[in-house]
């Protein structure tokens, strides 16, 4: 009991000893535009005391692992709430973690939706669409927020198209975040095809599509896919292009 005292003690004063330094790093955080961790109440509610102690003194990687350690075995256990509230903490104490924000997402909109649709414990089909659709919105709240503490990384923008082009079947906002994924350093050079297909199917606005896929196409062989071909031509024969214009024949 005194032996596990004096560890509480010596993280305390270790804690204390860094405030300024944290405040400073709180400020820097803020002018970079990106938010700082809130040791709040409610974060020592979610983490326990010692883990809360743990975080204030420095060791928040340390707690932030053995958090998301636990969030996998929940996950293989398929205990969903447990897996959001695990997500929620290692969020809160690295908000700079792309992964992080990209796995919590992942496992509410894709794996606990799944889940929720296929629940035989509901026999009710529509009580099941709705909890799916309710992951839906989890997993695009962590990517939301995650957008915001790194507006700078094109991971994040990626996922929440894939998002809305996969579960929400919304091909306008997918093609406004892959676009706004491949403006960012460091996207892959797909983001730009994925935009131009998305918009491919909002009507419209095919003109606007076509223009983008040729400029792909122009580019070289390098991006003449089979699917930018198929989107192409699709394309042409919608807007009328005239037959001088259109690019040859190329599928098999």
């Known amino acids: 009991m005194i032996r596990s005292l004096a560890v509480f003690l010596s993280l305390a004063l270790f804690g204390a000893a860094k405030l300024p330094a944290e405040h400073a790093l709180a400020a820097t955080h803020r002018d970079l535009h990106l938010r700082a961790v809130d040791f709040g109440l409610d974060l020592r509610e979610q983490i326990g005391q010692l883990g809360f102690i743990a975080a204030l003194s420095g060791f928040r990687s340390l707690v932030d692992d053995a958090l998301f350690i636990q969030a996998h075995v929940a996950w293989e256990r398929t205990e969903w709430g447990r897996v959001l509230l695990l997500f929620q903490q290692v969020t809160t104490l690295q908000p700079r973690a792309v992964l992080f924000w990209d796995m919590a997402a992942w496992h509410m909109a894709w794996n606990a939706s799944a889940a929720a649709l296929s629940d035989r414990a509901q026999p009710r089909l529509a009580l099941r669409v709705k909890a799916q659709r309710e992951y839906f919105a989890l997993g695009k ?9 790194n507006p700078d990384r094109p991971q994040l ?36 095809r994925f935009a131009a297909y998305e918009l491919s199917h909002c009507e419209g606005r095919e003109k ?24 192409l031509k699709e394309m042409e024969i919608k807007l009328d292009i005239p037959l001088a214009q259109r690019i040859p024949d190329q599928l098999p």
């Open 208 to 231: 606007e599509a076509y223009e983008h896929l040729r400029q792909l196409y122009d580019l070289g062989e390098r991006e003449r896919l089979p699917t930018l071909l198929r989107c």
């Open 141 to 149: 709240d962590f990517l939301e927020r995650g957008i915001k503490n």
């Open 157 to 192: 923008y990626e996922a929440l198209g894939r998002l809305y082009r996969d579960k929400y079947l919304d091909h306008e906002h997918a093609a406004e975040f892959f676009a706004k994924a491949a403006q960012l350093p460091g996207a892959p050079s797909y983001d730009k």
